[in-house]
């Protein structure tokens, strides 16, 4: 459990001997101990990638000599694959730009190396994180690019559980027939409509949510290695943008290119913007979704109580028997986190200087913190709790019959204020529309049952 001692431009620092990181890593864990979160693991497994693939081209352009190309390669691909996990100790809230946390990555990996070679860590003169891991690199250009592989690498579980969420709603649909409930606007009561119909707008609204999402990280796909330090590419082959997307594409399986203008992807985190404000859109109307069930399942006996949701876990330390939305609650805490991570990243979209956004690290944790939670709380909502709705088609019918908007249908037979006067005695007489218009005898009962045939009732012109 002893020191080695390490040096940069700062001077000598003892560094623990067991530690892959070294000495740049050192002074930022001094400097910043903020908060004690870290960066996700999608964000290392995204520049890992970029470190192996930044490696393996510098061997073949001849900048990296074979052995030590080979060695770094390696080291990264371990790192890619979960190992050393633990040696990324860089707080999210740290120097601008990500230089630490680059750095921290360029360490371990370069100490990694060395071990490959059956050199001794901390031997720069060997293997140096910036000259060598580093090569044809900056924190510039490959903190944005390494950001755009973490989303891409965690956009399919948001997107595959937005799947399954529209699949349960879709089968919900399927399952209540044309079964009618009252509509309602305003929080009173509206026109009638179906169950169905209901439904069938949350499914929609969750399958345009995701089309929208996967249009948003479209641009996601340009990647501005080979700028280097503002997009010149100084100290970079002309071909390593190229190649090194190319190899970078093999390794992820995700279509990717060199950016166009690599001067706008360093200075500019509008990409991030439009991704964020998709994530926006899916949490709110996620969101809503959960809210709208827990209105409806409100009760059993003093609410709605249209809908049950599946019994999870007791909702009471104190009151016996009481069960609470708890899936759906869970749902709008995390819907709500998402709004305040996009509302963080806007701030730092529009706090970058000329060249450089140095805010990018935060907006880092916020995107992929973002899009882990979204993904885990909507495939929980359709698991746990959409998949085993339970509606009460009896109650929902009776609230419709009962509902002054029913008296909208009467308008075409007999006039809006003889309509009014039937919905003013069913509020005085604690009746439905449809009894008191019976009592009333204003229209035939065969007219009656055609009026409120379920399909004619909520799909006019039928």
């Known amino acids: 459990m002893g020191t080695r001692t390490e040096s940069d431009s700062l001077g000598p620092l003892e560094i623990p001997a067991e530690a892959y990181w070294g000495v740049q890593t050192a002074r930022a864990v001094a400097n910043f101990p903020i908060s004690g979160l870290r960066l996700p693991p999608a964000m290392v497994r995204a520049y890992a990638r970029i470190k192996r693939a930044s490696a393996e081209v510098n061997g073949e352009l001849g900048v990296l000599a074979a052995p030590i190309a080979k060695a770094i390669a390696s080291a990264a691909a371990e790192i890619e694959d979960g190992k050393l996990a633990d040696q990324f100790v860089v707080d999210v809230y740290q120097a601008g730009a990500g230089t630490s946390f680059h750095m921290n990555v360029n360490e371990v990996i370069a100490n990694r190396a060395l071990e490959i070679l059956g050199k001794a860590r901390g031997d720069r003169a060997s293997i140096s994180p910036n000259d060598h891991v580093n090569a044809a690199q900056s924190t510039n250009d490959t903190f944005p690019a390494a950001m755009r592989l973490a989303c891409l690498d965690l956009l399919p579980a948001l997107t595959s559980a937005l799947d399954g969420l529209a699949s349960s709603l879709r089968a919900q649909q399927a399952g209540v027939g044309d079964a009618i409930k009252s509509g309602r606007t305003h929080l009173q009561d509206a026109v009638p409509m179906r169950i169905a119909q209901e439904i069938g707008g949350w499914a929609s609204v969750v399958e345009s949510q995701r089309a929208r999402l996967v249009a948003a990280a479209a641009p996601l796909h340009a990647l501005p290695l080979g700028g280097t330090a503002i997009g010149t590419g100084m100290n970079a082959d002309p071909r390593f943008a190229t190649e090194v997307c190319a190899r970078l594409a093999k390794i992820t399986g995700v279509p990717l290119t060199a950016a166009p203008d690599r001067f706008a992807l360093i200075a500019s985190m509008g990409d991030f913007v439009h991704l964020s404000s998709a994530l926006r859109g899916v949490a709110i109307e996620v969101g809503?979704?959960?809210?709208?069930?827990?209105?409806?399942?409100?009760?059993?006996?003093?609410?709605?109580?249209?809908?049950?949701?599946?019994?999870?876990?007791?909702?009471?330390?104190?009151?016996?028997?009481?069960?609470?939305?708890?899936?759906?609650?869970?749902?709008?805490?995390?819907?709500?986190?998402?709004?305040?991570?996009?509302?963080?990243?806007?701030?730092?979209?529009?706090?970058?200087?000329?060249?450089?956004?140095?805010?990018?690290?935060?907006?880092?944790?916020?995107?992929?913190?973002?899009?882990?939670?979204?993904?885990?709380?909507?495939?929980?909502?359709?698991?746990?709790?959409?998949?085993?709705?339970?509606?009460?088609?009896?109650?929902?019918?009776?609230?419709?019959?009962a509902s002054a908007g029913m008296a909208t249908l009467l308008n075409p037979h007999i006039g809006y204020l003889a309509a009014a006067e039937v919905a003013k005695q069913a509020k005085a007489e604690g009746k439905s529309v449809v009894e008191i218009v019976r009592q009333r005898k204003l229209i035939t009962e065969e007219k009656l049952r055609e009026i409120l045939d379920p399909r004619k009732l909520t799909e006019p012109g039928r």
């Not at 805490?333 to 996009?342: A, E, F, N, R, T």
């Not at 995107?367 to 495939?379: K, V, W, Y």
């Not at 339970?390 to 609230?399: K, N, Q, S, T, V």
């Open 288 to 401: 809503k979704i959960a809210s709208d069930l827990r209105l409806l399942a409100s009760g059993p006996f003093t609410g709605l109580a249209e809908v049950e949701m599946p019994a999870v876990q007791p909702g009471s330390s104190i009151m016996p028997g009481k069960v609470n939305p708890s899936i759906a609650e869970m749902v709008n805490q995390v819907c709500h986190q998402v709004l305040g991570l996009d509302a963080a990243v806007v701030a730092c979209a529009s706090g970058g200087q000329l060249e450089l956004n140095v805010m990018m690290p935060v907006a880092a944790w916020d995107l992929t913190h973002a899009l882990a939670i979204l993904a885990a709380a909507t495939h929980v909502f359709a698991e746990k709790c959409v998949s085993g709705l339970r509606w009460d088609l009896e109650r929902a019918r009776e609230y419709a019959e």
